[in-house]
């Protein structure tokens, strides 16, 4: 049975926020028949995988160019991206130079590039409030911070990615793509309008949906979010920001939650369980999927807010199987 995560807003305020440095999309534009995407270009973008797994500012995403997972919106951005071959790769909209005899050395180039971005002030703050399926939807929420005068038109969007697409790839055969471009929120491959120029935006909220695709394995979803600056008939990547693994994080099945509670204290929130209840144990997630918590659950456990940056995080707690999910804030104020 799959329920909305219910946010707990008496305890997140949305207010302005101060200046956010550029989140940045790191993209290997490839193709399913492609040999050198499953040869140097695979072990490329794997290195580069673990040097930024699931971080919510740096996603990297599989833009097929053509071949067996060719869609629509995966095709406009790699247009965008003015790709002229395969594989090629990308820090936003900039083109790193990798060839099967130097890619060992272009990491250092392209985590040199991804800091440089990073050091610059986006255009307007932003960052995913939660993201769950539901009922055949996926669904998120979207906060944004107060902005700069607008310097051109700005176009906000959202697009699903999938990991652990298992399909053909050449010079590997059967194997398991990571973080494949699926689609995008609405009707448009580069967003909605979301400032002109000139303009100054106030702090807001938005909401996303879309049906979720039979075809898709909702445990590996995961949403990017980025800010589009309009260049003529391009789009150049402002900010972007990313969550992971939304199905996984949302899904709750059959754990009576009358037997949990949670209570905010002074000191963080204490997760209160029936004393007669056995075999539990819980996991504490970070907004951006990464698991920074975890334990046999006996009776209560306290997550103080000493221990953990101030955020949204989602709890599940475990018993042979099922789960039971809940989001809760921790702040370091």
Not at 141 to 156: C, E, H, L, R
Not at 269 to 295: C, K, M, P, T
Request: aromatic share 14%.
């Amino acid at each position: 049975m799959i329920k909305k995560i219910i946010l707990l807003l008496c305890f997140f305020s949305v207010t302005a926020v101060s200046a956010q440095y550029k989140g940045v999309v790191v993209s290997k534009v490839t193709a399913t028949w492609c040999p050198n995407c499953g040869s140097w270009g695979w072990d490329y973008f794997e290195a580069l995988r673990n040097l930024y797994q699931n971080q919510a500012d740096v996603c990297l995403l599989g833009v097929h160019h053509s071949g067996d997972l060719l869609n629509p919106v995966s095709n406009w951005f790699s247009g965008n991206l003015n790709n002229s071959y395969q594989p090629e790769f990308y820090v936003n909209n900039e083109q790193i130079d990798v060839l099967s005899f130097n890619w060992n050395s272009k990491i250092d180039e392209l985590r040199d590039k991804v800091d440089s971005y990073a050091q610059e002030i986006a255009f307007v703050d932003f960052d995913f409030i939660n993201a769950y399926v539901e009922s055949g939807e996926i669904i998120c929420n979207v906060n944004f911070g107060a902005s700069a005068k607008a310097t051109g038109d700005y176009y906000f969007a959202v697009y699903v990615f999938e990991n652990a697409v298992e399909n053909f790839q050449s010079s590997l055969g059967m194997t398991i793509h990571p973080n494949v471009l699926r689609a995008v929120f609405g009707s448009s491959d580069f967003g909605n309008l979301y400032a002109s120029s000139g303009q100054v935006t106030p702090v807001s909220q938005q909401e996303f949906k879309m049906a979720l695709n039979g075809a898709w394995n909702k445990d590996n979803l995961g949403l990017l979010a980025v800010m589009w600056r309009q260049d003529g008939n391009s789009y150049i990547v402002d900010n972007a920001q990313s969550i992971y693994n939304i199905g996984f994080l949302s899904s709750t099945e059959d754990i009576d939650e009358s037997l949990f509670k949670l209570k905010y204290v002074p000191v963080g929130v204490i997760l209160e369980a029936d004393s007669f209840e056995s075999n539990l144990s819980y996991q504490l997630f970070d907004n951006a999927g990464h698991r920074v918590d975890s334990g046999a659950l006996s009776g209560s456990k306290t997550f103080q807010h000493a221990s953990y940056p101030a955020g949204i995080y989602t709890l599940m707690v475990q018993k042979e199987g099922k789960f039971l999910s809940r989001q809760l804030v921790l702040s370091s104020n």
